[in-house]
């Protein structure tokens, strides 16, 4: 009796540990839930990968030994800064424009063209001749080009005119082809008793702007030229030029004005009236837009102003 007791109770506790075994083999079921789809997230735009350095070609103009020596000390300064550059006479034009596109099509580097009087008109006719091939024309600096020179082809991404238009070597107003959808400015200096087309690519403060432009250019991510408004202006008299490559519309915000607009920008008050055909002290309304002139790059905070401010005005 005493050894069937026995055996019963070690069945039992044969048949407990059996079973706790199994219970922490299996675990507990969870509840069902119902996973949320997820949604979709979009990748990060690759990050801008800088250009090669471009290569620089300048032009002078017809006599340039003599008349366009400005090509020369400019190509002298962008080698300084580490940039390929060399200077051509304008009449073997079409001999360099084809060693700029075999020179690309061996290893594509940008491309920047600057001229003087028939050297502007170059660089037009290499941009041309670059369209044909597909090529892409990074930047034109053209200076008080010829009245011939032709209009700027849809190749060119950025176009900057610095002109005479009462020039009679120079004077050419050049102008993009329709449908253009680049970064174009256009200064006309007629108003600078100071500057003649013989003296015009000889200016320091230019030279300074052009190599910081050129040398910053691969850095720069494509701006979107969908959003890129032409800039034409009239510079008044015994105002430096500040090279804007075009310009962008600005929204008005409430309390706005035109001089609180430029501030902000950091460009002259006269830029936002001419480019906007409004006077300095025009009323301003909410929700309207004010084209202002782009900086390539953030200016210094005074190199908008040419000339000290009005007595009285902060």
Not at 46 to 64: D, I, Q, S, W
Request: aromatic share 6%.
């Amino acid at each position: 009796m005493i050894h069937s007791r026995r055996l019963v109770a070690l069945a039992a506790i044969v048949l407990l540990a059996w079973s706790s075994g199994v219970a922490a083999a299996s675990p507990p079921k969870s509840k069902s839930t119902t996973a949320a789809p997820a949604t979709p997230v979009a990748p990060p735009p690759p990050p801008f990968e800088p250009l090669p350095p471009p290569k620089v070609y300048l032009f002078r103009g017809a006599m340039g030994p003599i008349f366009s020596t400005g090509m020369d000390r400019l190509a002298e300064k962008l080698t300084q800064a580490g940039l390929s550059a060399d200077v051509y006479e304008f009449t073997i034009c079409r001999l360099i424009g084809n060693r700029a596109i075999a020179s690309y099509k061996e290893k594509a580097a940008p491309i920047v063209l600057i001229g003087h009087s028939m050297g502007g008109l170059c660089s037009i006719v290499i941009s041309e001749m670059a369209a044909k091939e597909n090529i892409p024309i990074s930047l034109v600096i053209a200076i008080d080009p010829a009245h011939a020179t032709g209009d700027v082809p849809l190749n060119v991404e950025r176009f900057i005119n610095i002109f005479l238009s009462d020039s009679v070597l120079g004077g050419g107003d050049v102008v993009a082809v329709p449908g253009y959808r680049g970064h174009y400015a256009s200064y006309d200096l007629k108003e600078n008793a100071r500057v003649t087309h013989i003296n015009i690519e000889k200016s320091d403060d230019i030279h300074r702007q052009i190599v910081e432009m050129v040398t910053l250019l691969p850095r720069i991510p494509p701006q979107t030229q969908a959003d890129a408004v032409p800039l034409r202006y009239l510079v008044p008299a015994d105002t430096l030029v500040e090279l804007w490559d075009s310009g962008v519309r600005v929204p008005v915000r409430r309390g706005d004005t035109m001089e609180s607009i430029a501030a902000a920008n950091r460009v002259p008050l006269w830029t936002l009236a001419q480019s906007n055909s409004l006077p300095e002290n025009a009323q301003l309304t909410p929700g309207q837009t004010i084209i202002v002139p782009r900086h390539l790059t953030p200016p210094e905070p005074t190199a908008a102003m040419a000339t000290p401010p009005p007595a009285g005005r902060k």
